[in-house]
């Protein structure tokens, strides 16, 4: 099932961006945000991130898989 993904556009505190899907807790607000576009799973979220950002990583609560750090 295929999903909307967004990266926050504002760094974690170790410079990292993150990826979370359309249903995440973490999501966050419209503001802080910059929509990725939909796909069927965080990979290619995060590889699009990439294009915007040099450290990316997905959500560790809503994109698991893409969680590296």
């Known amino acids: 099932m295929s999903k909307s993904y967004y990266v926050s556009n504002r760094a974690q505190p170790d410079g990292y961006h ?6 995440c807790q973490f999501l966050p607000s419209v503001n802080n945000r910059d929509h990725l576009g939909i796909f069927t799973s965080c990979y290619p979220a995060v590889a699009a991130a990439r294009a915007k950002y040099d450290k990316v990583d997905g959500c560790k ?3 698991p898989g893409c969680h590296t750090r």
């Open 18 to 23: 993150e990826v979370h899907n359309e249903d």
């Open 61 to 63: 609560f809503c994109s």
